[in-house]
């Protein structure tokens, strides 16, 4: 486990420190507008292709954030700005908003490896190398500033490619039956 020190220091000290709190403050609303451009595409196109990827997004997404809550709930992990009086709002103030839930997993980890599995295994070659490199830089920023362990990010993407696998299978198992009652394109 890093000790608040060793994160106190990486925050202070690395090569660039407003990238990485850009990227742990916007994550959130950057993959959330991602996702609603996906279901635009969707009401313009209207097939199963563009239909896959913000569907099987949005299924992982509502299984992923009960099982997160859950485990955090479980695990009760303080978050690193929580013990030995370490504060992530060192350097440029805020890096981001402390919050007051439990730290492993990573919501933020869980939510964007559902979009990294997602588009491992939907998108083309292109976007899901994108998407991979984002859910990475997500995770490696969260621990910079100070709110996660590295621990609670890799079990945060280790519970969200689940969730996103969990999603996939359902979405294959429930589609047909969808556009048996419902009037989807196939």
Known sequence: MISAETI???VNNTFLPGFWTMIARYSQEAF?????????????????ET????????????ISYPASELLQNIFQRLRPYHTAE??????????????EDYSLPSNHAVATAVFAYVFYRYGNQYTK?????????????????GVHYPLDIVTGWFVGGACGI??????E?????????LPFPT
């Open 8 to 10: 106190g220091f990486i």
């Open 51 to 62: 239909w896959k990827i913000p569907a099987v997004v949005t299924l992982g997404q509502l």
């Open 32 to 48: 959330a507008f991602l996702l609603a451009v996906l279901w635009l595409r969707w009401l313009y196109v209207r097939n199963h």
């Open 173 to 181: 198992k429930l589609y047909p039956r969808l556009t048996s009652i």
């Open 166 to 171: 969990l999603a996939a299978y359902l979405e």
């Open 86 to 99: 370490f504060t992530p709002l060192t350097g440029a103030e805020p890096y981001v908003s402390p919050s």
């Open 129 to 145: 190398w994108i998407v991979i490199l984002l859910t990475v830089l997500v995770g490696i920023s969260r621990v910079i500033v």
